[in-house]
């Protein structure tokens, strides 16, 4: 089985031009990016002047080297929380509300119903 080259990505355009997608982009892949992450068109850190100050392998590395679902342990820089300020709670007085008083309720004599039939019959046996 013989291999073949690797197809050119090749796209006609709406007025009929041919464009190379992959030539385009490595033409531009030291251009600085639309947006506000501060990269590159290939992934490196820019900073001041559009210099490349953290390259695209280190920010893989760093990115694969930390476990998915877990925080890092260290703060982040620049950004310090302020310690926590006891909240000082009052005590608010209630008023106390008048509570009508229950009336005596008067007892009942319960009138117990004669036992029949299977109950009557279970009554002394346990």
Request: glycine letters at 8%.
């Amino acid at each position: 089985m013989v291999a073949r080259a690797p197809r050119k990505r090749m796209y006609r355009s709406m007025q009929g031009r041919m464009i190379d997608v992959e030539k385009l982009r490595a033409a531009n892949e030291n251009v600085q990016a639309v947006g506000n992450m501060n990269v590159n068109a290939r992934g490196d850190v820019l900073g001041a002047g559009g210099q490349v100050v953290t390259p695209k392998e280190t920010v893989i590395k760093k990115y694969y080297e930390q476990p998915k679902g877990m925080a890092s342990d260290a703060p982040s820089k620049g950004k310090t929380m302020p310690a926590p300020q006891p909240v000082e709670t009052k005590k608010v007085a209630t008023p106390k509300v008048a509570t009508p008083k229950a009336t005596p309720k008067v007892a009942q004599k319960k009138t117990v119903a004669p036992k029949k039939g299977i109950d009557e019959a279970l009554d002394g046996l346990e």
